[in-house]
């Protein structure tokens, strides 16, 4: 008799080595995601790392990989920003400004895609991942170029961490938008993506008694990102200048300005530190956060009930952020020195402006994580892959019963057991 076998198909989250009873189809290895962030400052880089977390919460195995790299861009983007931003924070704005015509995005990922996607689908290929996401805008417009050209079928994220809706961060070319404060058309509202950012037993006292600070000293942490970009030192002298006050300063990897700061005898109530790992500990040591770019620091002092107040923000995307948060209720935006003066003395700020941020930036983390709009992705990813397999079988059977009719009498039908034997007496 001829045994005739027929191999179906195996997607690739089918592991063939594991035994079931049921056969090696049921079992099935977790989803995978790819998770596509970059090094410009820490806050990309930290929504996706929570993202990751969220994800591992919900049974899914996802990476994190730099996508500038993917795209050979890390040293001109990072670099050049970060010049613009410390030394030319008016070209930054122009270009922010520009940068918001649809065309232009368009045209920009074409040419990501053209001439710098190749590394980034190698790279997605290797992951054998179900769906990807970006947290990066460059990122996410080289995915949509190569969407549109057809060279990508994986489905396909981007995450907003930012309150500016700035057409550059979305992409309706691609499968999902998910953003914290993008409430336009086309994007799905998400909880701010923060995990893990919890302070120590303790922390309050502790870190106060490290620094010096009395009990009874209003604590007000200033934060320029992991670069110190902005006016850290113009928000501390004024802080440094209240009665009842204490400032602690972060300059991060800006070791220039934590010389320059801790040598000015003038801040003596001021701490200054710089890159540091311990930021719950401080938030929690804290009463108030002054930042300048609305960014993941932001939403880090969202998720542990700390008041946010913006300060002389910083071109195109912090003043943007700025106007949008304090539209929407979750921080206070402060008129110069003199404004940034007058609020943090007015009773009223503390006892009522305060608390109000405090619950309108906690009605953020009511909304479903990333993770729950992402499952969606990977159903469909899944579903398409079943439609896949059985198409493939149905295929398969159809060929091999037209080799079996093309190349065998009736009464080979009977000698390789397709039908009874009686069938043909």
Same mark, same amino acid.
């Given at each position: 008799?001829?045994?005739?076998?027929?191999?179906?198909?195996?997607?690739?989250?089918?592991?063939?080595?594991?035994?079931?009873?049921?056969?090696?189809?049921?079992?099935?290895?977790?989803?995978?995601?790819?998770?596509?962030?970059?090094?410009?400052?820490?806050?990309?880089?930290?929504?996706?790392?929570?993202?990751?977390?969220?994800?591992?919460?919900?049974?899914?195995?996802?990476?994190?990989?730099?996508?500038?790299?993917?795209?050979?861009?890390?040293?001109?983007?990072?670099?050049?920003?970060?010049?613009?931003?410390?030394?030319?924070?008016?070209?930054?704005?122009?270009?922010?400004?520009?940068?918001?015509?649809?065309?232009?995005?368009?045209?920009?990922?074409?040419?990501?895609?053209?001439?710098?996607?190749?590394?980034?689908?190698?790279?997605?290929?290797?992951?054998?991942?179900?769906?990807?996401?970006?947290?990066?805008?460059?990122?996410?417009?080289?995915?949509?170029?190569?969407?549109?050209?057809?060279?990508?079928?994986?489905?396909?994220?981007?995450?907003?961490?930012?309150?500016?809706?700035?057409?550059?961060?979305?992409?309706?070319?691609?499968?999902?938008?998910?953003?914290?404060?993008?409430?336009?058309?086309?994007?799905?509202?998400?909880?701010?993506?923060?995990?893990?950012?919890?302070?120590?037993?303790?922390?309050?006292?502790?870190?106060?008694?490290?620094?010096?600070?009395?009990?009874?000293?209003?604590?007000?942490?200033?934060?320029?990102?992991?670069?110190?970009?902005?006016?850290?030192?113009?928000?501390?002298?004024?802080?440094? #200048? &209240? %009665?009842?006050?204490?400032?602690?300063?972060?300059? !991060?990897?800006? *070791?220039?300005?934590?010389? @320059? +700061? $801790?040598?000015?005898?003038?801040?003596?109530?001021?701490?200054?530190?710089?890159?540091?790992?311990?930021?719950?500990?401080?938030?929690?040591?804290?009463?108030?956060?002054?930042?300048?770019?609305?960014?993941?620091?932001?939403?880090?002092?969202?998720?542990? #009930? &700390? %008041?946010?107040?913006?300060?002389?923000?910083?071109? !195109?995307?912090? *003043?943007?952020?700025?106007? @949008? +948060? $304090?539209?929407?209720?979750?921080?206070?935006?402060?008129?110069?020195?003199?404004?940034?003066?007058?609020?943090?003395?007015?009773?009223?700020?503390?006892?009522?402006?305060?608390?109000?941020?405090?619950?309108?930036?906690?009605?953020?983390?009511?909304?479903? #994580?990333?993770?729950?709009?992402?499952?969606?992705?990977?159903?469909?990813?899944?579903?398409?892959?079943?439609?896949?397999?059985?198409?493939?079988?149905?295929?398969?059977?159809?060929?091999?019963?037209?080799?079996?009719?093309?190349?065998?009498?009736?009464?080979?039908?009977?000698?390789?057991?397709?039908?009874?034997?009686?069938?043909?007496?």
């Amino acid at each position: 008799m001829l045994n005739l076998t027929l191999a179906l198909p195996i997607h690739r989250n089918v592991d063939p080595d594991r035994h079931d009873s049921r056969g090696p189809l049921y079992m099935i290895t977790p989803m995978r995601a790819l998770i596509f962030s970059a090094p410009v400052g820490a806050g990309h880089d930290a929504a996706a790392r929570a993202v990751q977390d969220e994800l591992a919460e919900h049974g899914v195995e996802a990476e994190v990989d730099d996508g500038l790299a993917m795209l050979g861009l890390s040293r001109i983007v990072v670099d050049g920003y970060r010049f613009q931003i410390l030394h030319a924070a008016w070209s930054w704005r122009l270009m922010y400004r520009m940068s918001r015509h649809p065309r232009l995005i368009r045209l920009l990922g074409w040419w990501l895609s053209w001439h710098r996607g190749k590394r980034l689908l190698e790279r997605i290929e290797e992951s054998q991942c179900d769906y990807v996401v970006s947290a990066y805008p460059l990122v996410s417009a080289a995915l949509a170029g190569l969407r549109r050209r057809g060279r990508l079928n994986v489905p396909c994220a981007t995450l907003i961490t930012d309150f500016d809706p700035h057409p550059g961060w979305l992409h309706p070319d691609l499968d999902a938008n998910l953003a914290v404060g993008h409430d336009v058309p086309g994007v799905a509202l998400i909880r701010p993506p923060v995990c893990g950012f919890n302070a120590g037993p303790g922390a309050r006292e502790r870190v106060r008694a490290e620094l010096g600070i009395p009990a009874a000293s209003k604590v007000v942490l200033i934060v320029g990102g992991a670069w110190g970009v902005g006016n850290l030192e113009g928000a501390a002298r004024v802080v440094d #200048g &209240l %009665p009842g006050f204490h400032a602690i300063v972060v300059t !991060g990897k800006n *070791e220039g300005l934590r010389k @320059h +700061m $801790a040598a000015d005898h003038r801040l003596s109530h001021t701490s200054v530190l710089g890159y540091t790992d311990r930021m719950p500990d401080l938030m929690d040591a804290s009463d108030v956060l002054i930042q300048n770019a609305g960014g993941v620091t932001c939403l880090e002092a969202f998720s542990t #009930g &700390l %008041p946010v107040v913006m300060f002389d923000p910083l071109p !195109g995307h912090g *003043e943007d952020n700025s106007r @949008h +948060m $304090a539209n929407e209720g979750t921080i206070v935006l402060a008129d110069g020195d003199q404004g940034l003066r007058r609020l943090l003395l007015d009773e009223d700020y503390w006892s009522v402006t305060a608390l109000s941020t405090i619950e309108m930036a906690s009605a953020l983390f009511e909304r479903p #994580g990333a993770a729950s709009h992402l499952e969606g992705l990977s159903i469909r990813s899944r579903s398409w892959i079943a439609r896949r397999r059985v198409i493939s079988v149905a295929f398969a059977s159809c060929l091999l019963m037209g080799w079996v009719v093309t190349e065998h009498s009736p009464l080979d039908f009977g000698t390789v057991g397709l039908l009874p034997s009686h069938v043909f007496r």
